[in-house]
């Protein structure tokens, strides 16, 4: 009897010393710090990195609104969105080779906002004149878009507005926020990205989720 007690208590000293042993160079929000590629990275609690703006605390992670998880990997499905501002971060330097405007000048540009496949676009508020193709303008939809269906496809379309008839400079395809298959959101801001001859446009959306 005296054995198996003995080996007892060496097998719950071995379990003890084992794990204070692995968290013992653990920071005060349980941070396990390891270089990776020349990055310091926080293991929370010795395992777990981590993710979608989680924080580490007490070894483990306090997830952002939105996230579940060990590692705040999961998605929770909004219940709806709203988008009020739209980046563009570069579109077509010109117009098959010419200039977007008769003057010469670049395009006069603003974007519209389709949601699903009927009812009329949104509009950004303003539009920018003589856009440099690489500069970035941020644009404001006011009031922003409210879309109760977070899986109804958003499709954008760039124009240059030239006076009495508003030229398309190109259009996006539709993607959604929410993809129900794998239970993934979109980041935000979100990212359309799209080529023509070697050229791009670039939009980033900014959304706010609700849940
Ligand atoms: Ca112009």
């Given at each position: 009897?005296?054995?198996?007690?003995?080996?007892?208590?060496?097998?719950?000293?071995?379990?003890?010393?084992?794990?204070?042993?692995?968290?013992?160079?653990?920071?005060?929000?349980?941070?396990?710090?390891k270089?990776i590629?020349?990055q310091?990275i926080c293991?929370?609690?010795?395992?777990?990195?981590?993710?979608?703006?989680?924080?580490?605390?007490?070894?483990?992670?306090?997830?952002?609104?939105?996230?579940?998880?060990?590692?705040?990997?999961?998605?929770?499905?909004?219940?709806?969105?709203?988008?009020?501002?739209?980046?563009?971060?570069?579109?077509?330097?010109?117009?098959?080779?010419?200039?977007?405007?008769?003057?010469?000048?670049?395009?006069?540009?603003?974007?519209?906002?389709?949601?699903?496949?009927?009812?009329?676009?949104?509009?950004?508020?303003?539009?920018?004149?003589?856009?440099?193709?690489?500069?970035?303008?941020?644009?404001?939809?006011?009031?922003?878009?409210?879309?109760?269906?977070?899986?109804?496809?958003?499709?954008?379309?760039?124009?240059?507005?030239?006076?009495?008839?508003?030229?398309?400079?190109?259009?996006?395809?539709?993607?959604?926020?929410?993809?129900?298959?794998?239970?993934?959101?979109?980041?935000?801001?979100?990212?359309?990205?799209?080529?023509?001859?070697?050229?791009?446009?670039?939009?980033?959306?900014?959304?706010?989720?609700?849940?």
């Open positions: 009897m005296k054995k198996i007690f003995t080996l007892f208590t060496l097998t719950l000293l071995i379990v003890c010393c084992t794990k204070k042993d692995s968290n013992s160079n653990a920071d005060e929000s349980g941070c396990v710090y270089t590629d020349g310091r293991y929370c609690g010795g395992t777990v990195v981590c993710q979608n703006g989680g924080e580490c605390n007490d070894g483990t992670c306090d997830c952002p609104e939105g996230f579940y998880g060990e590692a705040c990997e999961l998605h929770i499905k909004p219940d709806s969105l709203t988008i009020s501002k739209l980046t563009v971060n570069r579109f077509y330097p010109t117009n098959n080779g010419l200039p977007w405007d008769p003057d010469s000048s670049g395009a006069d540009i603003y974007i519209t906002v389709h949601i699903g496949s009927f009812g009329l676009p949104y509009h950004t508020t303003d539009t920018v004149s003589d856009a440099d193709p690489n500069t970035e303008y941020e644009f404001d939809i006011n009031p922003p878009i409210t879309l109760r269906d977070v899986e109804a496809s958003i499709r954008l379309q760039l124009f240059d507005a030239d006076p009495g008839s508003p030229q398309r400079i190109d259009e996006s395809l539709g993607t959604k926020a929410w993809f129900s298959d794998n239970n993934i959101r979109q980041p935000d801001p979100w990212t359309y990205e799209w080529y023509e001859n070697g050229e791009r446009i670039v939009i980033t959306v900014g959304v706010k989720y609700y849940y």
